[in-house]
């Protein structure tokens, strides 16, 4: 099962520039969670925020809630080649104890 | 930190055989397991969840009998796709969760079968 969308589903920026990437989901949760992922390889955690938080940084990470929308977003400023990836926005639900992903942004950042 | 550790993590096998992948938590007892598998370009999509010592929840559309779950421990669990296909070349990961307390991610598994 896959929780939602994101947006876009693909994304190419000059180094430099900020990224945005959506999420939106379906049901109620817990939390929301991103997730990078490097071509063929695992996961990296990067930032979670938590139903009844609205917004949370991380070093040149931003991510937003929105629960009236069931919708969230990742900022990364100033990126660098190295953000290079897919970024996955994950939910978990309030009613089962899992991690349901979105669809996923490819994210090319140009030199 | 917490480590889960995936074998193998590339796999080829012929068409029909079974192929077991072994997903361990190498610091911490893992209550829960879950199963993903990822199509290139796609996103991961949950197939199981297993508890340590009883059977594996299955996701609508995942087939229990072809992908068999086994979490015999609270430091292993292990996928089999038997009767593998090249419909079932995908990547694997496995996600573990002590006392429901956040997922750690193996490395993942690339099974090719021809």
């Known amino acids: 099962s896959q929780q939602g969308e994101e947006d876009p589903q693909a994304l190419s920026i000059q180094e430099g520039e900020n990224a945005t990437m959506n999420c939106s989901y379906k049901t109620s949760i817990n939390n929301l969670q991103w997730y990078r992922q490097n071509s063929g390889r695992g996961l990296v955690h990067l930032i979670l925020i938590r139903s009844n938080e609205r917004e949370k940084h991380s070093g040149r990470l931003r991510v937003t809630l929105d629960t009236s929308k069931k919708s969230s977003s990742l900022l990364i400023t100033a990126s660098r080649a190295a953000d290079t990836a897919s970024y996955f926005c994950a939910t978990e639900g309030d009613s089962s104890y899992k991690l349901i992903f979105g669809s996923g942004t490819r994210l090319l950042v140009r030199p | 930190g917490a480590v889960v550790s995936q074998h193998p993590s590339r796999v080829i096998c012929k068409s029909g055989t079974s192929v077991k992948i072994e997903c361990r938590s190498l610091?911490?007892?893992?209550?829960?397991m879950f199963w993903y598998r990822q199509f290139p370009k796609q996103s991961l999509m949950l197939m199981a969840t297993s508890n340590e010592g009883s059977k594996a929840t299955y996701e609508q559309g995942v087939e229990k009998d072809k992908f068999l779950i086994n979490h015999a421990s609270l430091t292993l669990s292990t996928l089999t796709v038997t009767s593998a296909h090249p419909e079932d070349s995908s990547f694997y990961i496995c996600s573990a969760s002590r006392q429901n307390n956040g997922y750690t991610f193996g490395s993942g598994t690339r099974l090719t079968v021809v």
């Open positions: 610091d911490f007892q893992a209550t829960t």
